[in-house]
């Protein structure tokens, strides 16, 4: 029989189930919480919190708009890591308990894994899955990699930062704006009709595949401190230009790499996944270059770019179906590798 599974999201500030029925995804309900956002960035003890107040409805409602009842589940799926500890474990105790009461299988998945196999989500029926081998570009608010994918469930990371994630970067630049959490989509709503050429920043050398995002955070201060030195007004006047300027720097930092990547590995099945993934002009460009370089390119529908149950159920599907399961004494993994 093929299974039905329901799957959980905690890792961070996204609490989240979905249903995945014979692999396909039927739905996905996603609680955002608001509370981080006069913060700046996500206050882990916070997060946790908000989880445990939301997960029952998030589940019941998933289960609910799926019209699935708990003895038609095969499995419990849950995000092992990476993560926030405090947040993975509101949703990996959440999962245990329902496998343990209902003797039901369990299944741990890795976060990141589970960002670069919402490409498999079957979104619309002609939607196209990305060949194999392809290179998927994960970005998000902790990370930042390129990942060679064999095959669903065989990856391998080989370029990340070396610091912070761009989502950090850009989020921090948000802050030091004087924009909520999480700033990242907000810079690129600012960018819309800002000029990209106005402002330039220092380009930051890193051998190889790897990234380093700490040190345009700084030049970014900086530069805001002393432009606000010589005209306090400069941010409210400037935004639009500021933000498409610092967008266009750190989107070139992430192609550059990306195209290295294709001409290292010779593979040009090429895909984005994770929140900053849902970022306008990573979208333009990873088309507009794709286009110039004969690349097949993949971008995952908005929905399935930041975090969601939907991914962890399609990443649930294929270790189902591969028989890998999680003993019950599991425990959650805040710092868990791709390839663990
Ligand atoms: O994947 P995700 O939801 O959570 C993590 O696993 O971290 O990614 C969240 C990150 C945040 O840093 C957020 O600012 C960034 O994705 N983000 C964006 C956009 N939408 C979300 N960054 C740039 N442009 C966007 N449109
Ligand atoms: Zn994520």
Redesign the pocket.
């Known amino acids: 029989m093929p299974p039905v599974i329901l799957a959980i999201e905690s ?2 500030d996204e609490t989240s189930a979905a249903i995945i029925r014979s692999g396909k995804v039927l739905n996905n309900v996603v609680a955002s919480q608001q509370v981080h956002r006069k913060y700046g960035g996500v206050v882990p003890e916070l997060a946790s919190r908000a989880h445990q107040r939301n997960i029952h409805d998030v589940v019941n409602e998933a289960m609910a708009s799926a019209g699935v009842q708990v003895s038609e589940l095969d499995g419990i799926a849950f995000t092992k890591g990476p993560g926030l500890m405090g947040a993975l474990l509101v949703g990996s105790s959440f999962a245990k308990g329902m496998s343990l009461a209902l003797g039901k299988r369990l299944i741990g998945v890795n ?1 990141m894994e589970a ?1 670069v196999l919402a490409h498999f989500i079957k979104a619309t029926p002609d939607a196209t899955v990305p060949s194999f081998p392809f290179l998927c570009l994960t970005v ?1 608010g902790g990370h930042t990699q390129i990942v060679l994918v064999k095959d669903v469930l065989d990856m391998k990371v080989i370029g990340e930062t070396k610091d912070d994630a761009v989502g950090e970067a850009f989020d921090k630049a948000a802050k030091i704006l004087g924009l909520p959490y999480p700033g990242g989509p907000l810079i690129n709503q600012h960018a819309t009709d800002g000029n990209a050429g106005a402002f330039h920043f220092p380009a930051t050398q890193v051998p190889g595949l790897d990234f380093s995002f700490s040190g345009i955070k700084t030049a970014f201060l900086y530069f805001i401190r002393d432009q606000k030195a010589i005209n306090p007004e400069f941010v409210g006047e400037r935004m639009k230009d500021i933000c498409a300027s610092l967008q266009k720097h750190l989107i070139n930092m992430l192609m550059q790499k990306l195209e290295l990547a294709s001409a290292m590995t010779g593979i040009r099945h090429v895909a984005i996944a ?2 900053v993934s849902a970022n306008t002009l990573l979208r333009q460009e990873l088309k507009r270059r794709g286009e110039e370089l004969g690349w097949s390119t993949h971008i995952p529908p908005f929905e399935y770019c930041t ?1 969601n149950a939907a991914m962890v159920a399609m990443a649930a599907h294929f270790k189902y179906e591969a028989s890998r399961f999680e003993p019950l004494d599991t425990a959650p993994e805040p710092g868990l590798a791709l390839s663990a």
């Open positions: 890792s961070c976060h960002h998000s994770g929140g975090d």
